[in-house]
């Protein structure tokens, strides 16, 4: 593998990602972690380092600290060389240090066009950092190159389900795209962009519910027309910019990406993506691809006599303790789950931190699901405590029955501010019952008393 001339990956890691509700309350969405030791950012940058990328640059903006400290220089991924670097850098105005907001994947760019002008590339690969996938981008920067595109949009085949979720296109025989939808929801549009049993032939796609050529939110430039194409009006790639370029008669190409691709956009969705991970066929074989992250020194899982795990993903430092079954489940780093528990379809984020003094393990800093509780669909972000005998599913009440019990113990219901920050202790999914718990930052009491049932 070789690049023939120097790229750059742009990682578009900014937002808050409001659909995933307290999870991003403290981080920005692409620090979430995922799959137990890993977080979402990993994948596009074990991607960039697979594909031999010299050059990165990380733009977040919302609650940024948690990426930062977890991306450091990029060692994990090889950015420590003088040849090959790495920058978490938030968008700011052209030759001043103050640092700005942006509105949308395109601005957030266009603002940070004269850090990539550093650099120098050629070629520019801007990514989204928040997506579950693993691809070598070489084949989508050569064709790129031999299309001369002014765009090259990497699609991936979704069903028809999806389509309202992500723009989607219509390609020719050259893979030029020659029309293009952003999020449609009438049912006429949508028809007339699914794929024929030619098409679907061609592009050996096999799976007879995969009808439609979504986007991936990740894309290819030449350095001098990205410039270009950042003059046209409007603030984000997939509402502006891409119809823009349509309008002027430019050269837009889909790449196609045939692989596991997951946004994970939405609480649905980034539930599903860690379950599915649970099964015995992965989507992703990651024994084979594997997710370089910042790891921890802690030991090994330990399961105690007695206790039994069945289609989980476990991380180190996790203990569960005799008596206790956990079926279909995600846990981070340090879960404690003490005697008796049953669990099933939960995922657990783990603890915030490594704390040990004297070299003993400080629990308190553990998440902790107390002895004899009974947890299905519940979701809990880093260092939630739960006492003895708690009951958590959906089967326990309404989603508004739900919320005020919650109330009643003195948590606050998820909130999203004028400001643009966030506040609250917890939201249920209205789309699927799951309670999320978010990050526990007081770990002198349980965020959930012995005894509950909710």
């Given at each position: 593998?070789?690049?023939?001339?120097?790229?750059?990956?742009?990682?578009?890691?900014?937002?808050?990602?409001?659909?995933?509700?307290?999870?991003?309350?403290?981080?920005?969405?692409?620090?979430?972690?995922?799959?137990?030791?890993?977080?979402?950012?990993?994948?596009?940058?074990?991607?960039?380092?697979?594909?031999?990328?010299?050059?990165?640059?990380?733009?977040?903006?919302?609650?940024?600290?948690?990426?930062?400290?977890?991306?450091?220089?990029?060692?994990?991924?090889?950015?420590?060389?003088?040849?090959?670097?790495?920058?978490?850098?938030?968008?700011?105005?052209?030759?001043?240090?103050?640092?700005?907001t942006f509105v949308g994947t395109a601005d957030s760019v266009r603002k940070s066009m004269d850090r990539i002008k550093k650099y120098d590339p050629r070629v520019v690969l801007v990514l989204a950092g928040d997506h579950?996938?693993?691809?070598?981008?070489?084949?989508?920067?050569?064709?790129?190159?031999?299309?001369?595109?002014?765009?090259?949009?990497?699609?991936?085949?979704?069903?028809?389900?999806?389509?309202?979720?992500?723009?989607?296109?219509?390609?020719?025989?050259?893979?030029?795209?020659?029309?293009?939808?952003?999020?449609?929801?009438?049912?006429?549009?949508?028809?007339?962009?699914?794929?024929?049993?030619?098409?679907?032939?061609?592009?050996?796609?096999?799976?007879?519910?995969?009808?439609?050529?979504?986007?991936?939110?990740?894309?290819?430039?030449?350095?001098?027309?990205?410039?270009?194409?950042?003059?046209?009006?409007?603030?984000?790639?997939?509402?502006?910019?891409?119809?823009?370029?349509?309008?002027?008669?430019?050269?837009?190409?889909?790449?196609?990406?045939?692989?596991?691709?997951?946004?994970?956009?939405?609480?649905?969705?980034?539930?599903?993506?860690?379950?599915?991970?649970?099964?015995?066929?992965?989507?992703?074989?990651?024994?084979?691809?594997?997710v370089k992250t910042a790891k921890r020194n802690l030991p090994a899982t330990r399961i105690a006599r007695g206790a039994q795990c069945d289609g989980c993903i476990l991380s180190a430092g996790d203990e569960i303790s005799?008596?206790?079954?956990?079926?279909?489940?995600?846990?981070?780093?340090?879960?404690?789950?003490?005697?008796?528990?049953?669990?099933?379809?939960?995922?657990?984020?783990?603890?915030?931190?490594?704390?040990?003094?004297?070299?003993?393990?400080?629990?308190?800093?553990?998440?902790?699901?107390?002895?004899?509780?009974?947890?299905?669909?519940?979701?809990?972000?880093?260092?939630?405590?739960?006492?003895?005998?708690?009951?958590?599913?959906?089967?326990?009440?309404?989603?508004?029955?739900?919320?005020?019990?919650?109330?009643?113990?003195?948590?606050?219901?998820?909130?999203?501010?004028?400001?643009?920050?966030?506040?609250?202790?917890?939201?249920?999914?209205?789309?699927?019952?799951?309670?999320?718990?978010?990050?526990?930052?007081?770990?002198?009491?349980?965020?959930?008393?012995?005894?509950?049932?909710?």
């Amino acid at each position: 593998m070789a690049l023939d001339d120097y790229v750059l990956a742009l990682i578009m890691a900014g937002g808050r990602g409001t659909r995933l509700s307290v999870l991003t309350r403290d981080r920005t969405k692409s620090a979430v972690s995922i799959h137990g030791e890993n977080r979402l950012i990993d994948y596009a940058l074990t991607n960039i380092s697979n594909t031999g990328i010299p050059g990165v640059i990380i733009v977040p903006q919302y609650a940024p600290q948690s990426l930062i400290n977890h991306v450091g220089l990029g060692e994990i991924w090889g950015y420590e060389r003088e040849d090959k670097k790495l920058e978490v850098t938030p968008p700011h105005e052209e030759g001043k240090d103050l640092f700005v907001t942006f509105v949308g994947t395109a601005d957030s760019v266009r603002k940070s066009m004269d850090r990539i002008k550093k650099y120098d590339p050629r070629v520019v690969l801007v990514l989204a950092g928040d997506h579950v996938y693993c691809m070598n981008y070489e084949e989508a920067i050569k064709q790129h190159k031999r299309t001369n595109a002014d765009i090259t949009i990497l699609t991936n085949p979704i069903p028809e389900n999806k389509v309202n979720d992500f723009g989607i296109m219509m390609i020719n025989e050259e893979g030029k795209v020659i029309d293009f939808a952003e999020k449609p929801k009438n049912k006429e549009i949508i028809e007339r962009f699914r794929l024929t049993n030619r098409t679907k032939r061609r592009l050996k796609i096999h799976d007879p519910k995969l009808n439609f050529l979504a986007s991936m939110g990740n894309y290819v430039f030449f350095q001098d027309k990205l410039e270009s194409i950042l003059r046209y009006q409007g603030d984000d790639f997939g509402k502006n910019i891409i119809p823009a370029i349509k309008e002027n008669d430019g050269k837009i190409y889909a790449h196609i990406f045939e692989g596991y691709w997951r946004d994970v956009g939405k609480i649905k969705d980034y539930f599903d993506c860690n379950m599915e991970f649970t099964r015995e066929k992965t989507p992703i074989d990651l024994t084979i691809h594997r997710v370089k992250t910042a790891k921890r020194n802690l030991p090994a899982t330990r399961i105690a006599r007695g206790a039994q795990c069945d289609g989980c993903i476990l991380s180190a430092g996790d203990e569960i303790s005799s008596g206790s079954l956990v079926t279909n489940s995600v846990l981070g780093y340090q879960v404690l789950v003490e005697e008796n528990c049953r669990i099933d379809n939960s995922i657990f984020l783990g603890a915030n931190r490594n704390e040990y003094f004297n070299n003993i393990p400080r629990r308190e800093y553990y998440t902790l699901i107390g002895a004899g509780s009974r947890l299905e669909y519940a979701l809990f972000d880093k260092n939630v405590r739960i006492g003895k005998n708690v009951s958590i599913s959906p089967r326990n009440g309404t989603l508004q029955e739900r919320e005020a019990k919650l109330i009643s113990i003195g948590l606050k219901p998820y909130e999203e501010l004028p400001n643009g920050r966030a506040e609250g202790d917890f939201s249920i999914d209205p789309e699927t019952n799951i309670l999320v718990l978010g990050k526990q930052t007081d770990s002198t009491k349980l965020m959930i008393p012995d005894n509950y049932e909710g």
